[in-house]
């Protein structure tokens, strides 16, 4: 018999109806998001909170759209009620281990080395609260490294 190949379907979150359920609304403002679409996104979290307020995911969602729109300190206050309204679920810890390590470098660039060590110690401080692993790794060692790259640049003995 003779196989024939057929293109992959091609997901487009635009050409279907969004689902009426939670899950759906949810998945389609993350799908909405990687494809930089954050008003889209934060549209179908707005729909999704009101059906389920403090959602840990949606809250995250959130949170991502204002970094991605510069609003740091609105997002790190979203980051914080995810973690705070779900402890298990991990999106959370990256997203303000994420907004952290923008912090210090930004900070470590501007010359404010001691808000960048701050920064980044935070960064330490939110791994070892989180107890389990939540905070990526990448994120623990860039921040031990910034925390290097600042003491070096204060002049400090290795």
């Known amino acids: 018999w003779e196989w024939e190949w057929e293109p992959p379907h091609?997901?487009?979150?635009?050409?279907?109806?969004?689902?009426?359920?939670?899950?759906?609304?949810?998945?389609?403002?993350?799908?909405?998001?990687?494809?930089?679409?954050?008003?889209?996104?934060e549209r179908l979290c707005i729909q999704a909170l009101q059906r389920v307020p403090g959602h840990a995911p949606c809250l995250t969602i959130m949170g991502r759209v204002m970094f991605a729109r510069g609003k740091e300190a609105r997002a790190r206050a979203l980051a914080r009620a995810s973690i705070d309204r779900d402890p298990n679920y991990v999106g959370g810890f990256v997203l303000l281990s994420e907004l952290l390590e923008a912090q210090g470098t930004g900070l470590l660039a501007g010359g404010d080395l001691e808000g960048a060590y701050e920064s980044y110690r935070k960064?330490?401080?939110?791994?070892?609260?989180?107890?389990?692993?939540?905070?990526?790794?990448?994120a623990v060692t860039g921040a031990h490294y910034g925390m290097g790259v600042v003491m070096e640049a204060a002049g400090a003995e290795p």
């Open 10 to 41: 091609v997901f487009d979150p635009r050409m279907e109806h969004h689902s009426s359920t939670f899950e759906g609304l949810v998945r389609h403002a993350w799908i909405h998001l990687g494809m930089r679409e954050p008003d889209e996104a």
């Open 123 to 138: 960064i330490l401080l939110l791994d070892v609260a989180a107890q389990g692993g939540k905070v990526p790794r990448g």
